[in-house]
């Protein structure tokens, strides 16, 4: 069997969960491209990866390094059980030594300097 590249990732999903990773990466929503832009290349000071298998979970954006995951939350994380859900992955991703921090879409499409500047903090 092949070996993961991330240790975090669950050996015996991880080549399912790469693949729906990929493809998100491919196919990402306005307020994930507009983030990912101020993101990538190390911009803010830190290295960020997009649509990253940690566990049996695809995080929105990483920064391994400063063990911070951020989720762009579209409108469907509003409804009861994606909240319960969404609470649940905070917390096993906490466990495995990550804060995550969310933004909706709608902050990041209209607010994007909060969101930076929110994101530096965390990073600092």
């Not at 911009?43 to 298998?53: D, I, N």
């Not at 995550?100 to 530096?120: D, G, K, P, S, Y």
Request: proline share 2%.
């Amino acid at each position: 069997m092949m070996k993961p590249k991330c240790a975090s990732a669950s050996p015996d999903r991880y080549s399912i969960l790469e693949a729906n990773a990929k493809s998100l990466r491919l196919n990402m929503t306005v307020a994930e491209f507009l983030l990912w832009q101020e993101l990538r290349n190390s911009q803010l000071g830190a290295r960020f990866r997009r649509q990253h298998v940690i566990g049996d979970y695809i995080v929105d954006f990483v920064c391994l390094s400063k063990r911070l995951v951020i989720e762009v939350d579209g409108k469907y994380h509003s409804i009861p059980q994606q909240v319960k859900e969404d609470e649940a992955r905070t917390e096993a991703l906490s466990r495995m030594g990550f804060r995550v921090v969310r933004f909706t879409n709608n902050q990041v499409c209209n607010h994007l300097e909060e969101v930076i500047e929110t994101i530096m903090q965390q990073i600092a």
